[in-house]
């Protein structure tokens, strides 16, 4: 009996350090992520282009001036001739941008990814929205009629429908759009997940003009967080709370249980709609939710919106938007809220370690770092996190590497201003030189190797630059299109070339390492031990194992040769993988990385 009672204390004094439950979906554990901004990726389909009026409610209100799809290749930030007349700068210009990108286009292009070896994609908004990334939704249960092949049509059924009854919603031409874009990556054995932005709808929402029009007497009076309703015998007006105080972007009213039960019924209603669609399976529904500005919606929601889906699909991967501490975060991570988060910790880290040059951490306290969101949330999450090095939100990669020793990317109020070419004009926006593009091939190296999933934001793999929103949403670089060179600073003046095409090597990089981690189940799926560390010669080894699969990863951050002679070499039992070679010793050059393996594939 004591014996017992000593192996009981032993497990519980033990057992958070090595047993964690894993809560998380198996299939996206260690896949490859690529995220799509729709509006920008590919024009499949010219005849739904959105006219002027589509904008109508969306920044910066202007639906008077002159407008037309603004041509895919021309140069950024030069202001066309339509855009001349209204007076206004390039960066109110750009707002006003559509270039016409829709789902036809991401559906063209899928092969595309497959060929880069990509295993999921994370879809921006796709639901009827008047601006270019559609953070504004009009509602969540259609798709936005300019992203499918009939708007108008889409739009006059959409009109006759009752929100309030999802029994009754019909199913626009963009949904069914939809739906086959949800078909054909899954016929490819591909994965993909839509974005909810359940904070806040869209002022031209179809709740929200209710109650602007009927106020009180609105069926949706109780969505929102109405602070005074308008009374012109009191002479009170119509106020009402805003995301982060803008007016656009009314918030969902929230109590002691989350978002209230209206709104709430509405969401979980459109939820169900994308996963199991027309009640025929769940084989037809999206893979998982990404779910915008997590930290500002309460966790009752989150607790019962997981349950809600899961109990329609327990293999639905949920990813949070959250830029938190590991402390702050644990609470979204602990098996009743999210599988996983965009892994801004880990680009923080990233940015530390490669993009700084003078500022640059060291190795150590790389690999400190990296451990410690490794261990924070348990081994299951840890896979899934999706570990981006940038997004729709934040600099390019390609202009983060030749803007070194600035502000830190994790102080990131600072950074966001900072790397806003309309907030710093001496942001450099210019195109990444060789060197620079070389630090960004040891990143993407490294962000592909490391654990958990990489999440490549589109445009990375074929060498697209810009500074922080709106430049790191330019029109998709494609490899059959001629397009113009930058010239144009955002003033109008004019600067050298800077030449705008599809970087083939590049991609080539980017396919060569996505190929070794879809072919090497130790690295997509494998422990991670750290091997090395050695601040003085700037150089981090590390090894992903999987039964008695290994692999060896080493990378030098100096700009000089460095040799590696661990012991685990001397066996002989270690190949590069990609000459064959047995190698006893390494000797990497600047900025560059090797792999090694006890099986080649």
């Given at each position: 009996?004591?014996?017992?009672?000593?192996?009981?204390?032993?497990?519980?004094?033990?057992?958070?350090?090595?047993?964690?439950?894993?809560?998380?979906?198996?299939?996206?554990?260690?896949?490859?992520?690529?995220?799509?901004?729709?509006?920008?990726?590919?024009?499949?389909?010219?005849?739904?282009d959105p006219k002027v009026d589509d904008q109508n409610g969306?920044?910066?209100?202007?639906?008077?001036?002159?407008?037309?799809?603004?041509?895919?290749?021309?140069?950024?930030?030069?202001?066309?001739?339509?855009?001349?007349?209204?007076?206004?700068?390039?960066?109110?210009?750009?707002?006003?941008?559509?270039?016409?990108?829709?789902?036809?286009?991401?559906?063209?292009?899928?092969?595309?990814?497959?060929?880069?070896?990509?295993?999921?994609?994370?879809?921006?908004?796709?639901?009827?929205?008047?601006?270019?990334?559609?953070?504004?939704?009009?509602?969540?249960?259609?798709?936005?009629?300019?992203?499918?092949?009939?708007?108008?049509?889409?739009?006059?059924?959409?009109?006759?429908?009752?929100?309030?009854?999802?029994?009754?919603?019909?199913?626009?031409?963009?949904?069914?759009?939809?739906?086959?874009?949800?078909d054909e990556v899954h016929k490819r054995k591909m994965f993909?997940?839509?974005?909810?932005?359940?904070?806040?709808?869209?002022?031209?929402?179809?709740?929200?003009?209710?109650?602007?029009?009927?106020?009180?007497?609105?069926?949706?009076?109780?969505?929102?967080?109405?602070?005074?309703?308008?009374?012109?015998?009191?002479?009170?007006?119509?106020?009402?709370?805003?995301?982060?105080?803008?007016?656009?972007?009314?918030?969902?009213?929230?109590?002691?249980?989350?978002?209230?039960?209206?709104?709430?019924?509405?969401?979980?209603?459109?939820?169900?709609?994308?996963?199991?669609?027309?009640?025929?399976?769940?084989?037809?529904?999206?893979?998982?939710?990404?779910?915008?500005?997590?930290?500002?919606?309460?966790?009752?929601?989150?607790?019962?919106?997981?349950?809600?889906?899961?109990?329609?699909?327990?293999?639905?991967?949920?990813?949070?938007?959250?830029?938190?501490?590991?402390?702050?975060?644990?609470?979204?991570?602990?098996?009743?809220?999210?599988?996983?988060?965009?892994?801004?910790?880990?680009?923080?880290?990233?940015?530390?370690?490669?993009?700084?040059?003078?500022?640059?951490?060291?190795?150590?306290?790389?690999?400190?770092?990296?451990?410690?969101?490794?261990?924070?949330?348990?081994?299951?999450?840890?896979?899934?996190?999706?570990?981006?090095?940038?997004?729709?939100?934040?600099?390019?990669?390609?202009?983060?590497?030749?803007?070194?020793?600035?502000?830190?990317?994790?102080?990131?109020?600072?950074?966001?201003?900072?790397?806003?070419?309309?907030?710093?004009?001496?942001?450099?926006?210019?195109?990444?030189?060789?060197?620079?593009?070389?630090?960004?091939?040891?990143?993407?190296?490294?962000?592909?190797?490391?654990?958990?999933?990489?999440?490549?934001?589109?445009?990375?793999?074929?060498?697209?630059?810009?500074?922080?929103?709106?430049?790191?949403?330019?029109?998709?670089?494609?490899?059959?299109?001629?397009?113009?060179?930058?010239?144009?600073?955002?003033?109008?003046?004019?600067?050298?070339?800077?030449?705008?095409?599809?970087?083939?090597?590049?991609?080539?990089?980017?396919?060569?390492?996505?190929?070794?981690?879809?072919?090497?189940?130790?690295?997509?799926?494998?422990?991670?031990?750290?091997?090395?560390?050695?601040?003085?010669?700037?150089?981090?080894?590390?090894?992903?194992?999987?039964?008695?699969?290994?692999?060896?990863?080493?990378?030098?951050?100096?700009?000089?040769?460095?040799?590696?002679?661990?012991?685990?070499?001397?066996?002989?039992?270690?190949?590069?993988?990609?000459?064959?070679?047995?190698?006893?010793?390494?000797?990497?050059?600047?900025?560059?990385?090797?792999?090694?393996?006890?099986?080649?594939?």
């Amino acid at each position: 009996m004591k014996n017992i009672v000593a192996l009981s204390l032993f497990l519980l004094m033990f057992l958070p350090s090595f047993a964690q439950v894993d809560f998380t979906p198996n299939w996206s554990k260690g896949v490859v992520w690529y995220q799509i901004f729709p509006e920008r990726f590919y024009n499949g389909d010219p005849s739904n282009d959105p006219k002027v009026d589509d904008q109508n409610g969306a920044f910066p209100f202007d639906v008077t001036s002159d407008f037309q799809i603004h041509p895919w290749t021309s140069d950024w930030y030069k202001l066309q001739p339509y855009e001349q007349k209204n007076g206004k700068d390039v960066f109110y210009n750009i707002q006003r941008r559509r270039y016409g990108g829709d789902l036809q286009g991401v559906i063209d292009k899928l092969d595309y990814l497959q060929s880069l070896g990509v295993n999921a994609i994370y879809m921006n908004p796709i639901f009827w929205s008047p601006s270019s990334h559609k953070y504004d939704a009009l509602c969540y249960h259609h798709v936005d009629p300019t992203f499918g092949p009939d708007p108008v049509g889409d739009m006059k059924l959409i009109e006759k429908e009752d929100p309030l009854n999802p029994e009754k919603w019909v199913w626009t031409k963009a949904d069914l759009l939809a739906l086959k874009l949800i078909d054909e990556v899954h016929k490819r054995k591909m994965f993909i997940i839509f974005d909810g932005v359940f904070n806040h709808l869209g002022v031209n929402s179809f709740a929200f003009r209710d109650v602007e029009k009927n106020q009180e007497a609105s069926a949706y009076k109780d969505w929102f967080s109405v602070k005074s309703w308008k009374d012109d015998a009191k002479g009170t007006k119509f106020e009402y709370e805003g995301w982060y105080g803008v007016k656009t972007l009314p918030e969902l009213k929230e109590d002691s249980n989350g978002i209230v039960p209206g709104p709430k019924q509405y969401i979980f209603d459109a939820t169900r709609r994308w996963m199991n669609p027309m009640n025929k399976g769940t084989q037809y529904g999206i893979d998982g939710w990404r779910l915008d500005v997590a930290f500002c919606v309460d966790h009752p929601f989150w607790k019962d919106w997981r349950k809600w889906v899961k109990s329609i699909n327990k293999e639905v991967y949920l990813t949070a938007e959250l830029v938190y501490s590991i402390d702050k975060t644990k609470p979204y991570l602990s098996g009743d809220e999210f599988d996983a988060t965009m892994n801004y910790n880990f680009s923080f880290a990233v940015h530390d370690f490669f993009v700084q040059d003078a500022k640059a951490s060291t190795v150590t306290q790389f690999d400190t770092q990296l451990k410690e969101l490794r261990d924070g949330f348990g081994e299951g999450v840890a896979m899934n996190m999706q570990n981006l090095v940038d997004s729709h939100d934040a600099t390019r990669i390609g202009s983060a590497v030749a803007n070194p020793d600035g502000k830190k990317f994790g102080d990131w109020g600072d950074y966001f201003n900072w790397s806003q070419k309309s907030s710093n004009t001496e942001y450099n926006a210019r195109k990444p030189n060789a060197e620079q593009l070389q630090k960004q091939k040891l990143i993407a190296a490294f962000q592909i190797l490391y654990l958990g999933s990489p999440m490549i934001y589109y445009g990375d793999e074929c060498g697209m630059w810009g500074s922080n929103d709106p430049d790191c949403r330019k029109p998709m670089v494609w490899d059959d299109k001629k397009y113009d060179s930058e010239t144009f600073n955002p003033n109008q003046t004019i600067h050298d070339a800077d030449k705008v095409d599809f970087n083939t090597d590049l991609f080539n990089w980017y396919k060569k390492f996505i190929g070794l981690r879809n072919k090497y189940n130790a690295i997509k799926k494998g422990s991670y031990t750290t091997l090395e560390t050695n601040d003085a010669e700037k150089t981090y080894a590390f090894i992903r194992k999987i039964g008695t699969q290994e692999v060896i990863v080493i990378l030098n951050r100096s700009d000089k040769n460095v040799n590696f002679n661990n012991p685990i070499l001397k066996k002989g039992e270690f190949k590069d993988v990609f000459t064959k070679k047995t190698m006893k010793e390494v000797q990497i050059k600047p900025m560059d990385i090797v792999v090694l393996s006890n099986t080649i594939l």
